[in-house]
């Protein structure tokens, strides 16, 4: 089946440091890629939506300069948390959707923790 | 906007059979979906099932789509110790084709 990879798994940072987080789809090519959010206990909260070769579509209430999204290649997109701050603490995660029956695949998903 | 509702929460004993409902309210929904999450992990896809069907059977796996109702629900039969996660429903928005999530069933299963 279609996998998608995460990295890093896990990253603990300084507050006022930025943290980028790349996903990519291992055999296959994802021409949208979306990045969620998620609280301890609740369910995803859809980021944005990323398309190869285009600028990222973020979801109301989501400061774009503060989480940029790259999606470079047809099997990566990178979100990068800038000036982190212990709020930004979250599991994010990214999934892939293969043409046809809009199939999304997820990451195993970044514990992120800003100290 | 469109919604999706799932109860929190269920317990079964191993061997049983576990069902998870769900509704939703997007009518243009053409994919409706299971996935399962299993703690500090991504979701997993599990099934999904178009809207044109009412039935469709994986494994231990079947699903059932009433339209009318917009109701869909997930059965596992033979619950073992190891399908303890969160199960997540969700649909695809008709106009943005964006996933929209329920909040996610527990299922805790009791050896």
């Known amino acids: 089946g279609a996998v998608v990879s995460q990295h890093p798994s896990w990253v603990i940072c300084k507050s006022g440091t930025s943290v980028k987080i790349e996903c990519r789809s291992l055999?296959?090519?994802?021409?949208?890629m979306f990045w969620y959010r998620q609280f301890p206990k609740q369910s995803l909260m859809l980021m944005a939506t990323s398309n190869e070769g285009s600028k990222a579509t973020y979801e109301q209430g989501v400061e774009k300069d503060k989480f940029l999204i790259n999606h470079a290649s047809l099997t990566l997109s990178t979100l990068t948390v800038t000036s982190a701050h212990p709020e930004d603490s979250s599991f994010y995660i990214c999934?892939?959707?293969?043409?046809?029956?809009?199939?999304?695949?997820f990451g195993p998903g970044t514990r992120l923790t800003v100290t | 906007g469109e919604d999706v509702e799932q109860s929190l929460f269920l317990s079964v004993r191993e061997g049983d059979s576990s069902v998870i409902n769900c509704t939703y309210t997007d009518s243009s929904s053409t994919y409706l979906y299971w996935y399962k999450q299993e703690p500090g992990a991504g979701l997993q896809l599990l099934t999904y099932i178009f809207s044109n069907m009412d039935m469709k059977q994986d494994q231990r796996l079947t699903v059932l789509l009433n339209k009318k109702d917009k109701h869909l629900s997930l059965r596992i039969a033979d619950t073992q110790t190891g399908d303890s996660a969160i199960y997540f429903c969700?649909?695809?928005?008709?106009?943005?084709?964006?996933?929209?999530f329920g909040q996610g069933t527990t299922l805790q299963v009791k050896p």
């Open positions: 055999d296959f090519q994802a021409t949208t």
């Open positions: 969700a649909e695809v928005d008709g106009n943005t084709g964006k996933l929209i």
């Open positions: 999934s892939a959707r293969v043409r046809g029956p809009y199939e999304q695949y």
